[in-house]
């Protein structure tokens, strides 16, 4: 097979990228004259971001193995590669770390209302009363977490909230056996059956569950009214995962304390789409960056290299 035929979708980070020119040595990268007709000669595909839809798939000549950089795949159609025969491999547990500590700083910056704060004495003024004990402003130590999607992430968050606040964790995935829970065994928490269950009792509600039909707006106004109004939820999965304008609304209403969102349905999350809605008080934004550090970048890309390498070696 010729090694010009592993096309990579997407830039990907420069040492990342360096170990990849080595193992593939004809990669076509974006920018190269060939890349655009990638339909006609790819057999081996690396994709971040972009967008493979089902016809894209359908339409591809050659096309064997995709691996996508990162943990979850929903930018590509999983089931149009199944029809088609491509297989489809994601790199997922290299990022964990990382967005179990930006979901952790998520959940401190909205308890504190740390931004809000560092944005008014910026601005020169001094932070009053009033805002200092804002919204959640609360103590987190000792509170009940809710843990939704058990996965690589939902394990070390669970863990760190245990760690940092000796919080109380109740988790809600119906695809972790109860009989066999694997690393939860070690890790103290109470099973919840439903979602329903859940978020009427948390302070904190953290989402690690994929985006797929199941799951897009799993998070919704009827389930945010049952939350208590001091709650902060922190979504580091995916932005559809929880209804946009369901969770404004619940903000602008007071109906939960606080939001902490590192993802968003359209990204890059723009003030241009967003408005005003980057302006709320209570609401704690970051773009996307839970697999960001440079670190993570080149460990994800070099695996992902690895796994194209063993496939088509087969
Ligand atoms: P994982 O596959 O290890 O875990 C996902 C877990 O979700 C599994 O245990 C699964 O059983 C559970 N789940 C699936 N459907 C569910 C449902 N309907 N209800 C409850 N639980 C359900 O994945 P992971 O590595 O822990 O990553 C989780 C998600 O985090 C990814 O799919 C991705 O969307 C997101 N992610 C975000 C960033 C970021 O930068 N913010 C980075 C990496 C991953």
New binding site residues.
């Given amino acids: 097979m010729s090694k010009s035929e592993v096309v990579a979708l997407d830039v990907f980070d420069p040492k990342g990228l360096e170990y990849m020119r080595t193992l593939f040595p004809g990669v076509i990268e974006p920018g190269h004259p060939d890349h655009d007709s990638w339909l006609d000669h790819a057999v081996g595909l690396f994709v971040a971001k972009s967008r493979v839809t089902a016809d894209l798939i359908h339409r591809s000549k050659k096309l064997k193995f995709i691996v996508r950089h990162?943990?979850?795949y929903?930018n590509i159609d999983a089931a149009a590669c199944a029809e088609k025969g491509v297989v489809l491999c994601n790199i997922?547990?290299v990022?964990?770390i990382s967005?179990a500590e930006?979901t952790l700083a998520l959940t401190v910056a909205c308890a504190k209302n740390l931004v809000l704060i560092a944005t008014q004495m910026r601005q020169g003024e001094t932070p009053n009363k009033r805002v200092k004990s804002l919204y959640s402003a609360s103590i987190l130590t000792g509170k009940t977490f809710g843990i939704?999607?058990?996965?690589?992430?939902?394990q070390l968050v669970a863990k760190k909230f245990i760690g940092a606040f000796e919080g109380k964790i109740i988790l809600?995935?119906?695809?972790?056996s109860v009989d066999s829970p694997g690393p939860w065994a070690s890790i103290p928490h109470v099973r919840a059956k439903s979602l329903a269950e859940v978020l009427p009792m948390v302070d904190v509600l953290s989402l690690?569950?994929?985006?797929n039909p199941?799951?897009k707006d799993?998070i919704n106004l009827p389930l945010l009214k049952s939350m208590k109004p001091t709650s902060i939820l922190v979504n580091?999965?995916?932005g559809g995962v929880v209804n946009e304008e369901d969770l404004w609304t619940s903000l602008k209403e007071g109906i939960i304390a606080s939001a902490g969102v590192?993802?968003w349905v359209h990204e890059p999350p723009t003030r241009e789409f967003y408005g005003d809605i980057f302006d709320l008080e209570n609401l704690v934004i970051s773009p996307?960056?839970?697999?960001s550090p440079a670190e993570v970048q080149t460990a994800t890309c070099i695996s992902m290299c690895d796994h194209m390498k063993e496939m088509l070696d087969g």
Avoid at 148 to 154: L, Q
Avoid at 172 to 176: G, L, Q, T
Avoid at 208 to 211: A, D, G, Q, R, Y
Avoid at 288 to 291: D, E, L, R
Wanted: glycine share 24%; with cysteine; proline share 8%.
């Fill in positions: 990162g943990a979850g929903d997922p547990g990022n964990a967005v930006v939704i999607g058990g996965g690589r992430i939902g809600y995935d119906p695809y972790i690690h569950v994929p985006l199941a799951t799993m580091c999965s995916r590192d993802v996307h960056i839970g697999g």
